[in-house]
């Protein structure tokens, strides 16, 4: 029996609604909020089955993986975006925090969704708080998957004083993005996918939350298995550092490294990052 009100939308509507939700990337995810003791959390969940919980790099949003989100899907993966604190409706401290309270974050979306434990995924940035998970909640964690894997290897000059110009608001559009193009891209790819989406106050949040962590205390990710993915033009987290997992922790690490890719190797080399991951996730 039909609702009263209720008109069947005419097959062209629905094929435009189809189309634009495929296209759209996160328009079709779920949003989710998480809450505890004055901590938000929002995450963008795209699909149906174990949970894959991705944590983006420094200052970026959930948004960064939208590609990769799509494939997981289609792979028969739960793909669980979360959002910083400062970006959408994630809220919390941003003083006083080390990568082990930023980790909590994360905590508490696989604690609330369940079906732990879980891989967690981290781009630049975000594979620092993956590890740090893996380090402090070992039991929420079946594996970690780590692209542009950096922490131990200096950045070297250019490359550092370029990532402090991708939050640097006075600069003009053109000086920004050739920040971002020198910190984060390969020579010859086109920086713009990355034109948006910077978010300074996050960055200083995330920033200190390093420096007040040793190395020690995160950098092997306590137990759990780990995929490093590398770009080999890497500018900031050098390819030495997945050399350098590989060599301390041996057989836990399974490394690839993908020619063409530098720091945001997500919209540089999409099939080439989606394929390293769902290879790994098919082997778990």
């Known amino acids: 029996m039909r609702a009263r009100g209720f008109r069947r939308p005419c097959l062209p509507l629905l094929a435009i ?28 969940v795209d699909g149906q089955g174990p949970l894959v919980v991705m ?12 590609d990769l989100a799509r494939r997981l899907a289609a792979a028969g993966f739960t793909a669980v975006r979360l959002q910083p604190r400062g970006v959408g409706k994630s809220r919390g401290p941003m003083q006083g925090q080390t990568l082990m309270d ?3 974050d994360a905590a508490l979306a696989i604690e609330t969704l369940g079906g732990a434990p879980v891989v967690v995924l981290g781009h630049a940035y975000g594979q620092r708080v993956a590890r740090a998970l893996a380090a402090s909640r070992p039991e929420l964690v079946r594996a970690v998957v780590t692209l542009a894997a950096g922490g131990k290897v200096p950045i070297r000059d250019k490359a550092s004083a370029a990532l402090r110009g991708c939050f640097d608001a006075t600069l003009s559009p053109e000086q920004h ?3 971002v193009r020198i910190a984060h891209f390969a020579p010859g790819h086109d920086p713009s996918p990355w034109r948006d989406g910077w978010h300074a106050e996050t960055a ?16 092997g990710a306590g137990r759990a298995p780990l995929l490093v993915v590398q ?6 987290a050098l ?7 590989k060599a301390e922790l041996g057989e ?11 720091h945001a190797l997500l919209p540089e080399q999409p099939d080439a990052t989606a394929k390293a991951v769902l290879d790994y996730l098919s082997k778990l």
Request: charged share 20%; no cysteine.
């Open 17 to 44: 609604v189809f189309l634009y939700l495929a296209a759209s990337g996160s328009a079709a995810a779920a949003s989710r909020v998480f809450e505890k003791s004055g901590l938000t959390v929002e995450a963008l």
């Open 55 to 66: 944590i983006a790099s420094l200052g970026r949003p959930a948004e960064d993986f939208d």
């Open 102 to 104: 930023l980790a909590g």
């Open 177 to 179: 993005l050739e920040n």
């Open 204 to 219: 200083q949040l995330q920033s200190a939350a390093t420096k007040a962590t040793p190395l020690a205390n995160w950098w």
């Open 231 to 236: 770009g080999l033009q890497d500018a900031i």
């Open 239 to 245: 390819p030495e550092n997945g050399r350098a997992l």
């Open 252 to 262: 836990r690490v399974t490394l690839v490294e993908i020619d063409g890719a530098g």
